[in-house]
Protein backbone atom coordinates (compact mmCIF):
# COMPACT_ATOMS: atom_id res chain seq x y z
CA UNK A 1 0.00 0.00 0.00
CA UNK A 2 1.23 3.41 -0.80
CA UNK A 3 2.13 5.46 2.26
CA UNK A 4 0.86 8.71 1.40
CA UNK A 5 2.03 12.12 2.92
CA UNK A 6 -1.36 12.77 4.66
CA UNK A 7 -1.21 9.73 6.54
CA UNK A 8 2.46 10.51 7.67
CA UNK A 9 0.62 13.71 8.91
CA UNK A 10 -2.46 12.07 10.78
CA UNK A 11 -0.40 9.92 12.16
CA UNK A 12 2.20 12.13 13.57
CA UNK A 13 -0.57 14.32 15.06
CA UNK A 14 -2.41 11.24 16.67
CA UNK A 15 1.48 10.24 18.45
CA UNK A 16 3.64 13.42 18.65
CA UNK A 17 6.14 10.71 16.93
CA UNK A 18 9.24 12.25 14.85
CA UNK A 19 8.05 12.43 10.83
CA UNK A 20 10.15 9.86 9.96
CA UNK A 21 9.06 6.92 12.37
CA UNK A 22 5.82 7.86 11.71
CA UNK A 23 6.45 6.93 7.66
CA UNK A 24 8.40 3.89 9.08
CA UNK A 25 5.50 2.51 11.10
CA UNK A 26 3.14 2.92 8.13
CA UNK A 27 4.94 1.12 5.99
CA UNK A 28 5.46 -1.72 8.75
CA UNK A 29 1.85 -1.65 9.07
CA UNK A 30 1.16 -1.98 5.27
CA UNK A 31 -1.03 1.39 6.00
CA UNK A 32 -2.79 0.40 9.21
CA UNK A 33 -3.45 3.25 11.21
CA UNK A 34 -4.03 1.97 14.60
CA UNK A 35 -1.26 -1.23 14.22
CA UNK A 36 1.12 1.48 13.07
CA UNK A 37 0.24 3.64 16.72
CA UNK A 38 0.79 0.46 18.21
CA UNK A 39 4.22 0.22 16.59
CA UNK A 40 5.26 3.72 17.57
CA UNK A 41 4.65 2.88 20.97
CA UNK A 42 6.80 0.00 21.17
CA UNK A 43 9.59 1.87 19.83
CA UNK A 44 8.85 5.21 21.58
CA UNK A 45 7.47 4.05 24.57
CA UNK A 46 4.76 6.79 26.21
CA UNK A 47 5.77 9.51 23.70
CA UNK A 48 3.96 7.69 21.11
CA UNK A 49 0.94 8.11 23.37
CA UNK A 50 0.76 12.03 24.24
CA UNK A 51 -1.63 13.13 21.44
CA UNK A 52 -4.00 10.16 20.93
CA UNK A 53 -6.82 11.17 23.30
CA UNK A 54 -6.47 14.14 20.57
CA UNK A 55 -10.55 15.23 19.78
CA UNK A 56 -10.63 15.05 16.04
CA UNK A 57 -14.73 15.66 15.36
CA UNK A 58 -16.73 18.88 16.71
CA UNK A 59 -20.04 18.43 19.14
CA UNK A 60 -21.12 19.18 21.93
CA UNK A 61 -21.59 17.02 25.50
CA UNK A 62 -24.96 18.00 27.21
CA UNK A 63 -26.58 16.30 30.58
CA UNK A 64 -29.96 16.54 32.04
CA UNK A 65 -30.70 15.11 35.53
CA UNK A 66 -34.54 14.97 36.95
CA UNK A 67 -34.41 13.24 40.72
CA UNK A 68 -32.81 9.77 40.20
CA UNK A 69 -33.12 9.97 36.84
CA UNK A 70 -30.46 11.36 33.98
CA UNK A 71 -28.53 11.35 30.52
CA UNK A 72 -25.60 12.37 28.93
CA UNK A 73 -25.96 13.05 24.92
CA UNK A 74 -23.64 13.68 22.15
CA UNK A 75 -24.28 15.24 19.30
CA UNK A 76 -22.13 16.15 16.55
CA UNK A 77 -21.35 18.49 13.88
CA UNK A 78 -18.63 19.48 11.00
CA UNK A 79 -17.16 22.65 12.65
CA UNK A 80 -16.42 24.42 15.62
CA UNK A 81 -18.83 27.12 14.53
CA UNK A 82 -21.80 25.45 14.85
CA UNK A 83 -21.58 24.72 18.78
CA UNK A 84 -21.55 27.98 19.69
CA UNK A 85 -25.08 28.39 17.25
CA UNK A 86 -27.85 28.54 19.93
CA UNK A 87 -30.03 26.59 17.81
CA UNK A 88 -27.82 23.48 17.66
CA UNK A 89 -27.26 23.66 21.49
CA UNK A 90 -31.01 24.05 22.23
CA UNK A 91 -30.97 20.68 19.67
CA UNK A 92 -28.69 19.01 22.12
CA UNK A 93 -30.14 19.95 25.78
CA UNK A 94 -33.16 18.90 24.14
CA UNK A 95 -32.21 15.53 23.06
CA UNK A 96 -30.46 14.83 27.09
CA UNK A 97 -33.58 15.94 28.22
CA UNK A 98 -35.99 13.57 25.75
CA UNK A 99 -33.41 10.43 26.77
CA UNK A 100 -33.75 11.15 30.00
CA UNK A 101 -38.15 11.19 30.42
CA UNK A 102 -38.50 8.86 27.66
CA UNK A 103 -35.87 6.46 28.15
CA UNK A 104 -35.79 6.00 23.89
CA UNK A 105 -34.19 2.13 23.25
CA UNK A 106 -31.41 3.44 20.86
CA UNK A 107 -30.44 6.70 18.73
CA UNK A 108 -33.15 6.27 15.85
CA UNK A 109 -35.85 6.22 18.77
CA UNK A 110 -34.06 9.17 20.63
CA UNK A 111 -34.45 10.99 17.38
CA UNK A 112 -38.70 10.03 16.46
CA UNK A 113 -39.76 11.88 19.73
CA UNK A 114 -41.75 14.58 19.46
CA UNK A 115 -39.68 18.02 19.76
CA UNK A 116 -40.24 21.68 17.88
CA UNK A 117 -37.40 23.82 16.84
CA UNK A 118 -37.51 27.29 14.92
CA UNK A 119 -40.39 25.92 12.87
CA UNK A 120 -38.90 22.55 12.60
CA UNK A 121 -40.92 19.18 14.22
CA UNK A 122 -42.70 17.51 15.04
CA UNK A 123 -40.00 15.13 15.58
CA UNK A 124 -36.37 15.71 17.11
CA UNK A 125 -34.98 14.33 13.69
CA UNK A 126 -37.24 16.82 11.87
CA UNK A 127 -35.65 19.52 13.78
CA UNK A 128 -31.92 17.87 12.95
CA UNK A 129 -33.03 17.62 9.01
CA UNK A 130 -33.94 21.70 9.62
CA UNK A 131 -31.40 23.03 11.14
CA UNK A 132 -28.91 21.27 8.81
CA UNK A 133 -30.42 23.12 5.75
CA UNK A 134 -30.75 25.93 7.81
CA UNK A 135 -27.14 26.40 8.96
CA UNK A 136 -25.75 24.20 6.00
CA UNK A 137 -24.20 21.79 7.83
CA UNK A 138 -24.45 18.17 8.51
CA UNK A 139 -25.01 17.62 12.38
CA UNK A 140 -25.63 13.61 13.91
CA UNK A 141 -27.11 12.37 16.67
CA UNK A 142 -24.18 10.30 17.94
CA UNK A 143 -24.89 9.03 21.19
CA UNK A 144 -26.56 8.87 24.73
CA UNK A 145 -26.33 6.95 28.30
CA UNK A 146 -29.33 6.81 30.62
CA UNK A 147 -29.11 5.93 34.67
CA UNK A 148 -32.46 5.48 36.26
CA UNK A 149 -33.03 3.93 39.96
CA UNK A 150 -29.92 3.06 41.23
CA UNK A 151 -29.26 5.62 43.54
CA UNK A 152 -28.41 9.50 43.10
CA UNK A 153 -26.80 11.16 40.09
CA UNK A 154 -24.45 14.33 39.58
CA UNK A 155 -22.94 15.61 36.04
CA UNK A 156 -20.44 17.42 35.04
CA UNK A 157 -19.94 19.03 31.79
CA UNK A 158 -16.26 20.92 31.06
CA UNK A 159 -16.94 23.88 28.61
CA UNK A 160 -19.41 21.73 26.03
CA UNK A 161 -16.58 18.87 25.29
CA UNK A 162 -16.32 16.52 28.07
CA UNK A 163 -19.16 15.37 29.77
CA UNK A 164 -19.59 12.96 32.89
CA UNK A 165 -22.53 11.38 35.00
CA UNK A 166 -21.90 9.84 37.70
CA UNK A 167 -24.21 7.31 39.67
CA UNK A 168 -23.69 6.98 43.80
CA UNK A 169 -24.71 6.91 47.57
CA UNK A 170 -23.36 9.35 50.05
CA UNK A 171 -22.00 12.59 50.03
CA UNK A 172 -22.88 15.23 47.08
CA UNK A 173 -19.78 17.38 47.15
CA UNK A 174 -17.50 14.00 46.89
CA UNK A 175 -19.66 12.79 44.28
CA UNK A 176 -19.31 16.07 42.04
CA UNK A 177 -15.35 16.19 42.98
CA UNK A 178 -15.74 12.41 41.70
CA UNK A 179 -17.15 13.89 38.53
CA UNK A 180 -14.49 16.41 37.89
CA UNK A 181 -12.15 13.76 38.49
CA UNK A 182 -13.68 11.69 35.66
CA UNK A 183 -13.34 14.46 33.68
CA UNK A 184 -10.11 15.29 34.10
CA UNK A 185 -8.32 12.08 34.33
CA UNK A 186 -10.56 10.15 31.93
CA UNK A 187 -10.85 6.46 32.82
CA UNK A 188 -12.14 3.85 31.25
CA UNK A 189 -13.55 1.87 34.46
CA UNK A 190 -14.66 2.17 37.97
CA UNK A 191 -12.13 -0.88 38.62
CA UNK A 192 -9.79 -2.85 37.50
CA UNK A 193 -11.71 -5.47 37.25
CA UNK A 194 -14.22 -3.82 34.93
CA UNK A 195 -11.23 -2.71 32.61
CA UNK A 196 -12.16 -4.02 29.20
CA UNK A 197 -10.06 -7.75 28.36
CA UNK A 198 -9.68 -6.20 25.16
CA UNK A 199 -7.73 -2.97 26.27
CA UNK A 200 -5.04 -5.21 29.06
CA UNK A 201 -4.73 -7.45 25.95
CA UNK A 202 -3.36 -4.83 23.84
CA UNK A 203 -1.44 -3.70 26.72
CA UNK A 204 0.32 -6.65 27.20
CA UNK A 205 0.96 -6.92 23.70
CA UNK A 206 2.94 -4.05 23.54
CA UNK A 207 4.39 -4.69 26.86
CA UNK A 208 5.54 -7.88 25.16
CA UNK A 209 6.55 -6.23 22.18
CA UNK A 210 8.64 -3.61 23.96
CA UNK A 211 10.77 -6.50 26.19
CA UNK A 212 11.26 -8.01 22.61
CA UNK A 213 12.64 -4.92 21.32
CA UNK A 214 15.17 -4.26 24.60
CA UNK A 215 16.49 -7.64 24.11
CA UNK A 216 17.36 -7.19 20.74
CA UNK A 217 18.86 -4.39 21.31
CA UNK A 218 20.90 -5.78 24.02
CA UNK A 219 21.82 -8.60 22.30
CA UNK A 220 22.81 -6.47 19.30
CA UNK A 221 24.99 -4.09 21.83
CA UNK A 222 26.70 -7.41 22.72
CA UNK A 223 25.00 -7.23 26.43
CA UNK A 224 23.49 -10.09 28.16
CA UNK A 225 19.63 -10.24 28.12
CA UNK A 226 17.35 -10.04 30.82
CA UNK A 227 16.47 -13.61 32.12
CA UNK A 228 12.87 -14.80 30.79
CA UNK A 229 11.46 -14.61 34.51
CA UNK A 230 12.41 -10.91 35.17
CA UNK A 231 11.12 -10.31 31.53
CA UNK A 232 7.81 -12.02 32.05
CA UNK A 233 7.63 -9.60 35.20
CA UNK A 234 8.17 -6.35 33.59
CA UNK A 235 5.42 -7.49 31.13
CA UNK A 236 2.93 -7.74 34.36
CA UNK A 237 4.13 -4.80 36.10
CA UNK A 238 3.60 -3.08 33.12
CA UNK A 239 0.00 -4.57 33.02
CA UNK A 240 -1.03 -3.66 36.59
CA UNK A 241 0.68 0.08 35.76
CA UNK A 242 -1.97 0.35 33.32
CA UNK A 243 -4.49 -1.18 35.31
CA UNK A 244 -3.86 1.46 38.38
CA UNK A 245 -4.00 4.44 35.44
CA UNK A 246 -7.03 3.71 33.96
CA UNK A 247 -9.52 2.31 36.71
CA UNK A 248 -11.46 5.25 38.53
CA UNK A 249 -11.18 3.76 42.07
CA UNK A 250 -7.08 3.42 41.96
CA UNK A 251 -6.51 6.37 40.28
CA UNK A 252 -4.45 8.99 42.52
CA UNK A 253 -7.50 11.73 43.63
CA UNK A 254 -6.98 15.36 40.79
CA UNK A 255 -7.69 17.11 44.24
CA UNK A 256 -5.11 15.41 46.90
CA UNK A 257 -2.75 13.24 45.38
CA UNK A 258 -1.95 11.42 48.28
CA UNK A 259 -4.77 9.33 48.27
CA UNK A 260 -6.47 7.23 46.01
CA UNK A 261 -10.20 8.02 44.57
CA UNK A 262 -11.34 4.54 47.13
CA UNK A 263 -9.60 6.49 49.75
CA UNK A 264 -11.18 9.40 49.42
CA UNK A 265 -14.88 8.32 49.26
CA UNK A 266 -14.53 6.03 52.14
CA UNK A 267 -13.11 8.99 54.28
CA UNK A 268 -16.57 10.25 52.78
CA UNK A 269 -18.66 7.46 53.31
CA UNK A 270 -19.59 7.45 49.55
CA UNK A 271 -19.89 4.65 46.60
CA UNK A 272 -19.89 5.42 43.32
CA UNK A 273 -21.98 2.24 41.27
CA UNK A 274 -21.12 3.59 37.97
CA UNK A 275 -20.22 6.30 35.87
CA UNK A 276 -20.20 7.63 32.18
CA UNK A 277 -17.68 9.70 30.26
CA UNK A 278 -18.12 11.06 26.80
CA UNK A 279 -15.47 13.15 25.40
CA UNK A 280 -17.10 14.95 21.74
CA UNK A 281 -15.52 13.15 18.88
CA UNK A 282 -13.63 10.26 20.87
CA UNK A 283 -12.87 7.52 18.55
CA UNK A 284 -14.11 9.80 15.17
CA UNK A 285 -11.71 10.26 12.31
CA UNK A 286 -12.20 13.84 11.26
CA UNK A 287 -11.80 14.63 7.79
CA UNK A 288 -8.49 16.42 7.02
CA UNK A 289 -8.85 18.47 3.89
CA UNK A 290 -5.49 18.65 1.62
CA UNK A 291 -5.82 22.00 0.68
CA UNK A 292 -2.48 21.79 -2.04
CA UNK A 293 -4.78 19.07 -3.51
CA UNK A 294 -7.91 21.04 -3.77
CA UNK A 295 -5.98 24.00 -5.10
CA UNK A 296 -4.45 21.58 -7.87
CA UNK A 297 -7.75 20.38 -8.72
CA UNK A 298 -9.29 23.58 -9.15
CA UNK A 299 -6.05 24.66 -11.60
CA UNK A 300 -5.98 21.43 -13.59
CA UNK A 301 -10.15 21.91 -13.96
CA UNK A 302 -9.87 25.31 -14.78
CA UNK A 303 -7.06 24.73 -17.56
CA UNK A 304 -9.38 22.17 -19.05
CA UNK A 305 -11.72 24.34 -19.97
CA UNK A 306 -9.72 26.76 -21.24
Avoid: W
Wanted: hydrophobic residues 45%.
Amino acid sequence: MAITASMVAELRAKTDAPMMECKKALIEADGDMAKAEEILRVKLGTKAGKAASRVTAEGVVAAFISGDTGALVEVNCETDFVTKNDSFIALVQAAAKLAAQHNPADVTALAALPFSLDGFGPTLEDVRKGLIGKIGENMSLRRFARKSGGGKLVSYVHGTRIGVLVEYEGDDVAAKDVAMHVAAMKPVALTSGDVPAALIERERAVATAKAEEDRKAAEAAGKQPQPADIVTKRIEGSVQKFLKEVALLNQPFVKNDKQTVEQMLKEKHTAIKSFVLYVVGEGIEKKQDDFAAEVAAQVAAAQGKA
